[in-house]
């Protein structure tokens, strides 16, 4: 589920190309070349959320490029999106209910080598159906609406 932060470019005479990332004040870098000054970009921004993220600072959500270009002072850069590599954030416990026959079948893909706990397993799982849900063109944001059921559906391990 990578984000995608807008860094905006600048360019004077005279001088490399600059960059910097309004979300995140700080985070700037520059190239002798465009192609350069994207590169480094990206490794700016990666190092940048990896320091927020050790610090356990909140890592703030990409903001629109309508609501950058809105500040005068961005007025004459060029905005380029740069994908953030994913910052694991930290594990937070929480309590589910499922059908015995699954966590048997859980059970069994991990003793199998699929994870390394019950917990690691779902989360695979989860992560997985996200990258599907969101290859699909569905966006992260947006998740399936729940219909109403009659019926109690139950799962049936494989």
Do not use: W
Not at 109 to 116: E, F, L, M, P, R
């Amino acid at each position: 589920m990578a984000r995608e932060y807008i860094a905006l470019i600048r360019k004077e005479d005279g001088t490399d190309f600059g960059v910097d990332f309004p979300d995140l004040p700080g985070c700037v870098t520059a190239g002798s070349t465009l192609d350069e000054a994207r590169r480094n970009a990206a490794e700016a921004l990666a190092l940048h959320l990896e320091g927020l993220a050790s610090a356990r600072k909140t890592i703030p959500t990409p903001s629109s490029l309508d609501e950058i270009m809105a500040d005068p002072h961005n007025a004459g850069a060029v905005a380029v999106l740069v994908a953030a590599p994913a910052v694991h954030a930290r594990a937070k416990k929480i309590n589910i209910t499922l059908n015995e026959d699954l966590i048997v079948a859980i059970d069994g893909a991990v003793s199998a080598g699929a994870a390394q706990s019950r917990s690691g397993f779902l989360a695979l799982a989860a992560a997985d159906k996200i990258h599907k849900f969101t290859a699909r063109g569905a966006g992260v944001a947006k998740v399936p609406k729940r219909e109403k059921k009659t019926k109690r559906r139950t799962v049936r391990a494989p």
